[in-house]
Nanobody
């Protein structure tokens, strides 16, 4: 049975850091391109990072480039999202998911290509 769990969210002050985890069971994360998405209240879901499985490339949305880093720990079947220099506008529920249609992200964050969504983890950035 496929199961994805995101964790690591919480309350952090502006300028602070969090590391989110995306842990899977029932399938091997390294065989899929894995994306991180976020959705704030009243806003559309935003794709922010993707780690390819085919060539190891990673992509970031302009809104997080230079502040967020995506990485894999295959031994733990986990993908991480290191978030530094957090801003109030980063507050959202963060989800990870596996791309069933491509193994190379190619800078695309097309939500309809992703499946195995977790329940999400809340990130709040406030002083």
């Amino acid at each position: 049975q496929v199961h994805v769990v995101e964790s690591g969210g919480g309350l952090v002050q502006p300028g602070g850091s969090l590391r989110l985890s995306c842990t899977a069971s029932g399938f091997i994360l390294d065989e899929y391109a894995i994306g991180w998405f976020r959705q704030a209240p009243g806003k559309e879901r935003e794709g922010i990072s993707c780690a390819s499985s085919s060539d190891g490339s990673v992509d970031y949305a302009n809104s997080v480039k230079g502040r967020f880093t995506i990485s894999r720990d295959n031994a733990k079947n986990t993908v991480y999202l290191q978030m530094d220099n957090l801003k109030p506008e980063d507050a959202a529920v963060y989800h990870c998911a596996a791309n069933l249609m491509r193994t190379r992200c190619a800078g695309l964050f097309l939500a309809h290509e992703f499946a195995y969504w977790g329940q999400g983890t809340q990130v709040t950035v406030s002083s």
